[in-house]
């Protein structure tokens, strides 16, 4: 019988064994993620492929949802370390606008492991899958890091949040097959624009 992850936060590693064996986990788990949808894959599968017991896997992921929200938050994380400062003669709009389509092509690029990755993270309960919080405060960080906003009003934040709303919806519609690469980056070209341009830092002249 196929063990029932109980709802419990995911264990945090503290040595670099333990650091280790959960980039292993995470490794594999893209692989096979890859190749198969989140249904399909198998716990006991992802700790084979990662070399490590059973238990190891549920101590650091109790449940599906942990492991695959987990492998979106570490991909947030990849992206925060690439953003820089936009050019001088680019909007800030824009410079949102092309952070996010690139990073829609990124994810395009593996639907399988996308799709998983965005269902496990809009399902995971924050009171269990603390990736989610993290996910959605340093996406929101790195928008407003784009957008040139250090010190954000209410406002601010509130519009950021309605655009990655927006933005995951635009996304899943087109891992669903339901739009093309082209629909994609002229809806989201269109929400930057209608949803940032009256933040209340936009500079005036």
């Known amino acids: 019988m196929a063990r029932i992850a ?6 945090e590693p503290t040595s670099p064994e333990q650091h ?15 190749e198969k949808s989140l249904e399909r894959v198998q716990m006991h599968e992802v700790a084979k492929e990662a070399g490590v017991a059973i238990g190891t896997l549920y101590r650091y992921f109790p449940s599906k949802a942990h492991l ?5 938050a570490a991909r947030v994380d990849r992206l925060r ?24 092509r990124c994810l395009m690029a593996q639907p399988v492991l996308s799709t998983s990755m965005l269902r496990a993270s809009s399902t995971a ?3 269990t899958v603390a990736d989610t919080v993290h996910i959605d405060n340093t996406f929101r ?4 890091r784009t957008l040139g906003i ?3 009003t ?13 933005w995951s919806g635009v996304l899943q519609w087109s891992l669903n097959g339901r739009a093309s690469m082209a629909d994609v980056e002229a809806d989201v070209r269109l929400a930057c624009e209608l949803l940032l341009a009256p933040r209340s830092n936009t500079p005036h002249p």
């Open 150 to 152: 250090e010190d954000p």
């Open 20 to 34: 280790d064996r959960r980039r292993r986990i995470l490794r594999a788990a893209a692989r096979i993620g890859a």
């Open 68 to 72: 695959f929200t987990a492998l979106l």
């Open 154 to 166: 209410v406002e601010d934040v509130t519009l950021v949040r309605l655009l990655m709303q927006c």
């Open 6 to 11: 109980s709802a419990r936060p995911s264990a």
């Open 81 to 104: 370390e690439r953003v820089e400062a936009p050019a001088p003669d680019v909007g800030a709009e824009d410079a949102v606008a092309d952070l996010l389509v690139d990073a829609s």
């Open 125 to 127: 309960h924050v009171a």
């Open 141 to 144: 960080d790195i928008l407003l």
